[in-house]
């Protein structure tokens, strides 16, 4: 099925480690965005890609980096994991233009011990 | 700063009931409002999309309606069901912040059988 895809689906992590969290999607959509998603928060855009090549900050991006691998692909990787980036993942993507569909994953669960 | 803010933050309702959700944004100035259905542990599920120029749009037993104006949204659910029990949430599209996006914290709906 046509979609976005996140992988891993669950991961456990001690803190100082690193890993990446992988998004994939095969709607031929320009703009890709990552997420976290916390109890009380909402969520809240860690970074956000126009297009292939750009990446942009967003709302809470300290801790993160990210990668637009091609038109596909967004990668987020966690250089050194502490215990605040507990949290589920959310990858999202979206068309051209604002007036398209938003359309998520199904969000990675991270647990930073 | 766009604020988007849903009330009630729970609610629970008897099965076959219709029931309304809302969904306030504080910047009239929208692209577009989309309604998101999230299952627990699940990803966000796309279920309307309203641009800044229609009033209305219509899923099967769901409508949304919008108030540019006014800075409201409603989600009407006719003849709720025990598998609606979700949480709903609304985001809009307002051309502030990287992505553009703001998210309510959304509405926790339990039908009950």
Known sequence: ?113 | KQEVTQIPAALSVPEGENLVLNCSFTDSAIYNLQWFRQDPGKGLTSLLLIQSSQREQTSGRLNASLDKSSGRSTLYIAASQPGDSATYLCAVTSGGGADGLTFGKGTHLIIQP
């Open chain 1, 1 to 113: 099925n046509a979609g976005v895809t996140q992988t891993p689906k669950f991961q456990v992590l001690k803190t100082g480690q690193s890993m990446t969290l992988q998004c994939a999607q095969d709607m031929n959509h320009n703009s890709m965005y990552w997420y976290r998603q916390d109890p009380g928060m909402g969520l809240r855009l860690i970074y956000y890609s126009a297009s292939e090549g750009t990446t942009d900050k967003g709302e809470v991006p300290n801790g993160y980096n990210v990668s637009r691998l091609n038109k596909r692909e967004f990668s987020l990787r966690l250089e050194s994991a502490a215990p605040s980036q507990t949290s589920v993942y959310f990858c999202a993507s979206r068309g051209q233009g604002w007036a398209n569909v938003l359309t998520f994953g199904a969000g990675s669960r991270l647990t930073v011990l």
